[in-house]
């Protein structure tokens, strides 16, 4: 099985083809250039080194969420692009479980990506087993404390929200500290995720393909806030009207 996977979710860029259980190439790019710029030709790139075109790609993997919603959306609209012409599966891969797959050895690895608000999107996982321990969400940086503070395995954080968390909880005993340029997402391990979700049976044709944000976009927030404060005023000058 030839997997082709991207991460797109944050800041960097990366792709990866893996046949089976061999990775053949992974490619990781922090060069401040958008995604719009780089995604296809690292692709391209990717496809001719390995003597490879899209015909033998048996499943692609991509991050579904959460992250950045342009990255995200730019690394979907490409995967389902590369797919639609031979209706190739695709596996929807949790950006978090993708993080923590890419680590192994014994303790807890809290996967956090910056959602900005004092907020990070987390999740934690057993490193021997890879049993997740904490679902995917949207959660202040305050609020992941007690799941901290009572693990009983050391701890170490990776992600883009990583900084966030050791200034909180570097002190507190048994959280161990990750050197940044390690912390970052894997296309690889978005590949090994994928032929796990393919071989579970959760891959999908490329038009089932869709985002999990696990938050409203900006946009929406602001739009919920100002239809609600409207709505506030309009009550205010209801009741005024009836006194």
Not at 5 to 15: E, L, P, S
Request: charged share 20%; net charge negative.
């Amino acid at each position: 099985m030839n997997i082709l996977a991207v991460d797109t979710a944050g800041k960097t860029v990366g792709v990866a083809l893996m046949q089976d259980d061999r990775l053949l190439y992974e490619c990781y790019l922090d060069a401040g250039m958008t995604h719009s710029e780089t995604l296809m030709p690292l692709i391209d790139g990717c496809l001719k080194l390995c003597g490879m075109g899209c015909k033998d790609i048996d499943l692609f993997g991509v991050n579904a969420g959460p992250g950045s919603f342009t990255g995200l959306r730019i690394g979907l609209a490409a995967v389902k692009g590369l797919a639609f012409p031979r209706e190739t599966l695709c596996a929807p891969v949790s950006t978090l479980e993708a993080l923590g797959a890419a680590h192994t050895g014994e303790g807890t690895v809290l996967c956090a990506l910056d959602a900005r608000r004092a907020q990070v999107y987390s999740a934690a996982f057993d490193l021997s087993t890879h049993q997740r321990l904490m679902d995917d969400d949207a959660r202040a940086v305050a609020d992941l404390s007690e799941f901290v503070e009572n693990c009983k395995k050391p701890l170490f954080f990776v992600g883009d929200g990583a900084a966030l968390c050791y200034n909180k909880y570097s002190n507190v005993p048994g959280v161990l500290c990750v050197p940044p340029a390690l912390r970052g997402g894997r296309a690889a391990a978005v590949a090994l995720v994928a032929k796990q979700m393919a071989e579970r049976g959760e891959a999908v044709l490329p038009e089932a393909l869709l985002p999990d944000y696990h938050r409203l976009s900006q946009a929406e927030r602001e739009r919920a806030e100002r239809l609600a404060a409207e709505a506030a005023a309009q009550n205010h000058q209801t009741e005024n009207g009836k006194e």
